[in-house]
């Protein structure tokens, strides 16, 4: 049984030059993390108990503020580029050293918890944050260790998450006054200047993906995972807004997470305790276990309140589009216990196409799953990153590019080697629009998407005739329950083919001249599944 407001006896912040005091609180519980940021006045209580917080100018991660210490362990390891990006160890240790000469006089919240369910993989984590809303997210986030764990909890990895800090790009060598940044070396996550809590858990994930796949061998993964009655597993791979927590959460199934999972020579295991769903357009009809996980203990991202109420108005959009909640798993009803289970039978990789090309579902070859796993092709959804106000076309490597510190064909060949070795069905689902681009055509009713991955899950799709998409090889099913059969073929469904050809050529040349970068480490069969520009 949970305990809170405990710690290891010889516990202290020592090791990261922090002194604590009586304004130091340790594991202080949801109920007692609300009532300070209610006090704080940094937050509110909507109607549904859930606490109801504003994470300041940041409402999304802000990749370009995101740096690696380049060192001896990361040097040759690290894929290097525009997305890990190297920052110097001895600028490290001079922020770090800024960030504690400013919260000496804080109040701070500190939490110790855990990754991995899987405890072969557990890594231990302390929080030492300055606001206790970011603690309260922690504890929903992360796994959450007994009475007995804490009072002899040791922590491998430390993050210090201060939002009030801003560092001094001149003397710091930060881009600006906000950061994300990793030390490898040292174990130790540094955050300051932006509260969008999404950096704290995308922070222990990049960790993951570096130790996991190296160390353990373990397959690291941005996707979710849900478990049919049978013991059947599925996975669904995809960046935020493309629906893994939306498509995961089947009440006809079990969950076993929403975002981030390992896949060692057991299974599927969960790297969280926890769900960070979106909210935008939320509503009991569409999604009624997120819309029922939203109570005391939750926390709202960034939402609006219906006119004199403490309703929260899930349409409205004027903070932000990326309007969040975090709650515990086991406030989703049907959550796996334990959050493992067996090899996935089905990977479903999810697209949110802007362009409005891709079928809705399609079945892939082995080489084309590595194909498009390689590619990472979806759109990045408004507000989801700083800056991003409408959907824009991307390709993201495994579908997870920005937390992966690894080369992305380190991941794909660990990936490819599973599904041979599993014989797993693979599938491409687009989430994103139909019978035109973004502005034109509308996005695919998400009642016909949770059809199809039904139908395929129990096998129906095995049971009816398919052909070929011309341009991009896929072979798209001709008819699927409950689904009208003329969504199936996207091409159908412009008004303009001419326009949909010249458009599907177009995003055809864009996966190919994105692939390019990989081509030298991929084999000719992945290469050839390549999607085939059309000459007119």
């Known amino acids: 049984m949970e305990k809170f407001g405990i710690k290891n006896p010889a516990a202290s912040l020592e090791n990261l030059k922090i002194k604590t005091n009586k304004q130091t609180h340790w594991n202080l519980s949801p109920q007692e993390l609300t009532e300070a940021t209610i006090k704080k006045g940094q937050g509110v209580l909507a109607d549904s108990g859930a606490l109801a917080i504003e994470t300041g100018k940041f409402t999304g991660r802000s990749p370009l503020d995101r740096f690696i210490v380049r060192d001896e362990l990361t040097e040759d390891t690290v894929d290097w580029g525009h997305i890990n990006l190297p920052f110097e160890a001895a600028k490290f240790d001079m922020l770090h050293a800024k960030m504690v000469s400013y919260l000496a006089d804080k109040e701070l919240y500190v939490r110790d918890a855990y990754a991995c369910a899987d405890e072969d993989y557990r890594l231990n984590i302390r929080l030492v944050s300055e606001y206790p809303w970011s603690n309260q997210f ?9 009475e007995a764990e804490v009072l002899k909890f040791l922590p491998e990895w430390n993050i210090i998450c201060a939002p009030g800090f801003l560092a001094d790009p001149a003397v710091h060598g930060t881009r600006k006054g906000n950061f994300a940044i990793l030390n490898f070396s040292k174990k130790m996550i540094l955050i300051g200047g932006t509260g969008y809590t999404g950096e704290i858990k995308k922070g222990i994930f990049s960790v993951l993906n570096f130790i996991l796949p190296l160390q353990h061998k373990v397959l690291s993964m941005h996707c979710s995972a849900n478990v049919g009655a049978e013991g059947d597993t599925a996975i669904f791979f995809g960046l935020s807004g493309t629906g893994k927590t939306t498509l995961s959460a089947d009440p006809e199934r079990g969950l076993i997470g929403d975002d981030e999972h390992g896949w060692s020579d057991k299974g599927v295991f969960n790297f969280e305790g926890g769900c960070y769903a979106k909210t935008i357009d939320l509503s009991e009809e569409k999604e009624p276990d997120i819309f029922r996980a939203i109570k005391h203990g939750a926390i709202l991202e960034n939402i609006v309140f219906l006119p004199d109420t403490r309703t929260p108005d899930y349409t409205d959009s004027s903070i932000t589009e990326n309007t969040r909640v975090s709650y515990p798993i086991h406030y989703i009803a049907n959550a796996v216990e334990g959050s493992q289970a067996g090899h996935p039978q089905h990977i479903f990789f999810l697209t949110c196409d802007a362009f409005g090309i891709l ?47 690894l080369h992305p064909t380190y991941y794909a060949e660990m990936l490819g080697n599973k599904m041979k070795e599993h014989q797993v069905k693979v599938w491409l689902v687009n989430t994103g629009w139909i019978g035109g681009g973004y502005g034109v055509g509308h996005r695919i009713k998400l009642n016909y998407t949770r059809a199809m991955i039904t139908a395929a899950l129990q096998g129906k799709l095995d049971q009816v005739d398919f052909h070929i998409h011309e341009v991009f090889g896929l072979e798209m099913p001709e008819s699927c329950p409950n689904v009208p059969d003329e969504i199936l073929n996207p091409r159908a469904n412009w008004i303009d083919k001419d326009a949909y050809d010249h458009k599907a050529n177009q995003l055809a040349m864009a996966f190919n001249n994105n692939f390019k970068k990989f081509s030298e480490k991929a084999s000719e069969s992945i290469r050839l599944a390549a999607p085939a520009v059309l000459v007119n």
């Open 138 to 146: 922690a504890y929903n986030m992360f796994l959450r260790p007994t």
């Open 359 to 405: 079928p809705p579902i399609s079945r892939l070859t082995a080489e084309q799953a590595m194909y498009y796993f390689i590619s990472g092709y979806t759109a990045k959804v408004a507000g989801t990153e700083a800056g991003v106000e409408e959907p824009q076309a991307t390709f993201s490597a495994c579908f997870g590019a920005p937390f992966m510190p």
